[in-house]
C-alpha cells in the first residue's frame, strides 16, 4: 500500500513539472487561435515533465480538413 501512495506522489510531482514547462514556454499564453496542435503540444509537453530540462522539446502537428461547403 506504501508503494502505491509513493508512486501517486512522483506521478503528481512529474505531471506538475510538466505543467511548469509548458507555461515556462508560453503554451498558457492567452490567444483566440487555439488549435489541435498547440493542445496537443502543451498535453505532451506537460506528459514529458522533466524530461523537458533535459532537451526533449516534443511537438505535436494535426491538420484537420476543413468542412466541405
Request: aromatic residues 8%; glycine residues 14%.
Amino acid at each position: 500500500m506504501r508503494a502505491g501512495s509513493i508512486g501517486g506522489l512522483i506521478l503528481i510531482i512529474w505531471l506538475v513539472l510538466g505543467g511548469v514547462a509548458a507555461y515556462e514556454r508560453g503554451y498558457f499564453s492567452d490567444t483566440s487561435n487555439t488549435s489541435c496542435a498547440e493542445f496537443g503540444t502543451i498535453a505532451v509537453t506537460t506528459l514529458a515533465g522533466p524530461l523537458n530540462w533535459v532537451g526533449v522539446n516534443p511537438k505535436i502537428k494535426c491538420d484537420i480538413p476543413e468542412p466541405s461547403k
